[in-house]
């Protein structure tokens, strides 16, 4: 059937190869891992098999992709096998194992296997651990990967808009702080942004699938929105040429929000917005005049623009811009005392100060209400430390006082009904931004609790929303005071970005402590759980930016001990004490009733710090 040549035959009559020691792996040893890829500090266990010829020692050394050696260890061989086991650390990617015999001047063998990293948080209790992967997987479903006129445009939904098929700018920004842990299209979202800006500078609301995009007139948040935007997502993917060329295009909607006459309050130096319930897109009346009058200066805008400033200072002095990074921070700083001089009661900021005095509540008192722009007066940095221990103290009075399910409100009491200011249900009183409660809120006032000396009270709130993603499955937009779930239109959905990503920082920034990958500080508030062993991993999917930690409580002995790695080992960790726990050969700083032990991270791939305690 089959024609042999003559060569084929030849070759068939051959006797085979036979293997020859000298070229063998029995020649040079083997190594090999339990694993191809693993995850910081996981340990790795490698096993090593001595030579044919037989040998009682070796020696290990580990290198991350840098060539950084991280560790090194001497064997003995026991029956020609010996096992080493150490934590992987380091740059993210390969790794290098190399094995040496004694008296080689050059490794015997090397292996590689991977380093790879995701967000994670491990203690052993349910609240902290499955808040994120819930999270995560939750936002996913809101998405959205759109093919625009001008190029891919890849965001997040709002999880109740009419606007069913286009994304919110705020929605979306105000998602970063959860989607910057796996989303990898940071950027293209923002470009498509900045690209219909308007020739005023004004930035618009939204983009439909198709491009097309809006504005509501009285708005008066946009522009500070894309700038944080821009900011945040700068700081995600280290790009600086990206934010370099985005930086003109902000500069020219600062400069118009702080000039046209819908937005810009001359008295007093401070963005001013139509009458609206805090930070929403409608006046309390139903007015359609586009924001060109019922004008208020709200606390809301205040400390987004003030934040707004400093991120321009922060982009600009990277740049070597000194100059430019002088005049925002200088202005950061000034609209920051305008605003708290006219907005701060002692007790709260206020909702917003009417600068239109036609406008009247009747027999209600509006400076009453608690409106949920504080909390971001507290986390943006409106707020001192004194200021936001105020503010932090009255939500939990006014919990206690009204019974109501969670300190989520949007205000606090909403405006009542007998007013008649909407025909719409879901605008009366103790609904949506009327009122109602707001995730979003929680995750706010639980991280300005861990920052701001009330890390208890941060515990107590993230347990609450633990317990109420159980529950119900989710997070929507709004619920009534009793928590019932609200509703206003068909697109309702249980995965709100602008509500889960607050709760993922406030885990993330707050409880883990770490607030910036890029930053010299780590702040773990681990003491104000139960928990004994921790381990919390924080990466940018969007770059090969991470850090790494294992902290332990041991609270018989008093002492807290910290292993940690990362892109850029961290240089300070600012630890949280258990009460009545003080440091011994340690730094401390207080905050309100909280000590906080500072001790230095090390410099290396893999680092150990140990606090000791009386």
């Given at each position: 059937m089959f024609i042999l040549t003559f060569l084929e035959l030849m070759m068939a009559a051959l006797p085979a190869a036979t293997p020859r020691a000298t070229t063998t792996e029995s020649a040079y040893g083997r190594i090999s891992t339990d694993a191809a890829v693993y995850k910081p500090l996981d340990t790795v266990l490698v096993r090593v098999e001595a030579r044919a010829k037989g040998d009682a020692k070796c020696s290990i050394r580990v290198a991350d992709p840098d060539q950084r050696t991280y560790f090194e260890s001497a064997c003995t061989m026991k029956g020609g096998k010996a096992e080493v086991r150490f934590q992987a650390a380091g740059a993210l990617g390969a790794h290098y194992v190399y094995l040496t015999w004694p008296g080689e001047k050059r490794y015997s063998r090397y292996l590689n296997f991977r380093v790879d990293a995701e967000t994670m948080i491990e203690t052993g209790d349910r609240d902290f651990d499955a808040l994120y992967p819930f999270s995560r997987d939750a936002m996913q479903l809101g998405r959205r990967e759109y093919k625009t006129p001008r190029g891919k445009f890849v965001g997040y939904i709002s999880a109740d808009t009419n606007h069913f098929d286009g994304i919110w700018l705020r929605d979306w920004i105000y998602g970063l702080a959860g989607y910057k842990h796996w989303e990898r299209d940071m950027q293209c979202g923002i470009d498509r942004f900045l690209e219909v800006q308007g020739p005023e500078g004004q930035i618009p609301d939204g983009i439909e699938r198709d491009g097309r995009t809006w504005r509501v007139g009285l708005e008066s948040d946009v522009e500070y929105i894309m700038t944080l935007g821009v900011w945040q997502t700068w700081r995600v993917t280290g790009d600086d040429q990206w934010m370099a060329r985005a930086l003109p295009k902000l500069e020219k909607a600062l400069e118009y929000i702080t000039h046209d006459a819908k937005h810009w309050d001359p008295e007093h130096r401070l963005i001013k917005r139509q009458h609206s319930c805090d930070t929403w897109d409608y006046d309390i009346d139903g007015a359609t005049d586009k924001g060109n009058s019922r004008h208020v200066v709200a606390t809301c805008d205040q400390s987004g623009y003030a934040l707004a400033y400093r991120a321009m200072s922060e982009m600009y002095r990277h740049l070597g811009q000194s100059a430019a990074a002088g005049r925002w921070a200088k202005e950061a700083g000034e609209y920051r005392e305008r605003a708290n001089k006219l907005l701060w009661d002692g007790t709260k900021f206020q909702h917003h100060v009417h600068l239109d005095k036609t406008i009247s509540h009747g027999d209600f008192d509006e400076t009453k209400q608690l409106a949920m722009g504080n909390t971001w007066a507290m986390t943006r940095g409106l707020?001192?430390?004194?200021?936001?221990?105020?503010?932090?103290?009255?939500?939990?009075?006014?919990?206690?006082?009204?019974?109501?399910?969670?300190?989520?409100?949007?205000?606090?009491?909403?405006?009542?009904?007998?007013?008649?200011?909407?025909?719409?249900?879901?605008?009366?009183?103790?609904?949506?931004?009327?009122?109602?409660?707001?995730?979003?809120?929680?995750?706010?006032?639980?991280?300005?609790?861990?920052?701001?000396?009330?890390?208890?009270?941060?515990?107590?709130?993230?347990?609450?929303y633990a317990e109420h993603l159980r529950r119900t499955g989710g997070a929507q937009v709004w619920y009534f005071p009793d928590g019932t779930p609200g509703m206003r239109t068909v697109n309702e959905v249980r995965y709100a970005g602008w509500g889960m990503a607050q709760w993922v920082e406030a885990l993330v920034e707050g409880l883990a402590g770490v607030a910036d990958l890029k930053g010299d500080v780590v702040s773990p508030r681990w003491a104000r759980t139960n928990a004994s062993a921790v381990r919390a991993v924080v990466r940018y999917a969007s770059s090969s930016d991470y850090l790494a930690y294992r902290m332990k409580i041991d609270r018989k002995a008093k002492t807290i001990s910290i292993t940690h790695t990362g892109s850029r080992p961290a240089a300070e960790f600012r630890v949280l004490l258990p009460e009545g726990w003080e440091a011994v050969d340690a730094r401390v700083e207080s905050v309100g009733a909280s000590n906080y032990a500072v001790v230095r991270g090390g410099g290396k791939a893999l680092n150990e710090v140990v606090l000791r305690c009386k």
């Open positions: 707020a001192s430390l004194d200021q936001s221990m105020k503010i932090i103290d009255e939500y939990k009075r006014r919990q206690k006082e009204t019974g109501d399910k969670y300190p989520w409100w949007s205000l606090q009491p909403g405006y009542p009904d007998r007013l008649g200011y909407w025909k719409e249900e879901f605008r009366h009183e103790g609904q949506y931004a009327n009122g109602g409660l707001m995730p979003w809120v929680g995750g706010e006032l639980s991280r300005a609790s861990f920052l701001n000396g009330r890390e208890s009270y941060g515990v107590e709130l993230m347990r609450q």
